[in-house]
């Protein structure tokens, strides 16, 4: 069982719920819309996911938006999985990454694989992987990333196409 959560990630996820209710809604326009997960359930899922974690981390409004936007990539990523499950021989494939769009749900494994990548980016530069997960994953523009990790505009655009390159060398070959 979860301990309840904090009074502290209440009043947050209160001052940023609406901003939190466009990402999520912006998250399923890019994806496609799925009657499973609408804007209010990934919305919730995500604070769930930040419920169960350690509330005294989030230093700030930026830093409790990028965690929210990590845990909004793994409820989308998860529900992906999800009807990969269901479906039979639902295997990964790799894909090249458009910038500001999520594949439809009929394509959940490009989502999946998009995620494995953006993992093995994570752990080659973490900047990078924090960049990506903001742009692609919560839908945030360059100014709105640049406010979140404490950047200019123009570094994170430059990180921001070492990002897109790094990820299309790997998809491209993973699946050589």
């Not at 890019?30 to 009657?35: D, H, K, L, P, Y």
């Not at 830093?63 to 499950?85: E, I, N, P, Q, Y």
């Not at 990820?167 to 993973?174: A, D, I, Q, S, V």
Request: hydrophobic share 45%; charged share 30%.
């Amino acid at each position: 069982m979860t301990t309840p959560p904090s009074d502290a990630l209440d009043a947050l996820y209160a001052q940023v719920y609406d901003q939190l209710r466009r990402l999520a809604h912006d998250q399923r326009a890019r994806q496609g819309a799925s009657e499973t997960l609408n804007t209010t359930a990934l919305v919730h899922e995500t604070y769930l996911r930040l419920a169960e974690s350690d509330a005294a981390a989030w230093n700030d409004r930026n830093h409790f938006l990028a965690l929210a936007a990590r845990a909004m990539r793994f409820v989308v990523v998860d529900h992906a999985r999800a009807r990969l499950a269901d479906k039979r021989g639902g295997g990964v494939r790799a894909v090249l990454l458009d910038e500001d769009q999520l594949p439809p749900p009929d394509r959940a494994e490009e989502l999946v694989a998009i995620d494995e990548a953006l993992t093995r980016l994570e752990g080659h530069d973490a900047r990078l992987g924090q960049l990506v997960q903001l742009r692609f994953f919560a839908g945030l523009n360059y100014e709105e990333i640049a406010e979140v990790v404490g950047l200019s505009v123009p570094t994170v655009k430059r990180d921001w196409a070492r990002a897109r390159a790094w990820l299309y060398r790997f998809m491209t070959e993973e699946c050589a």
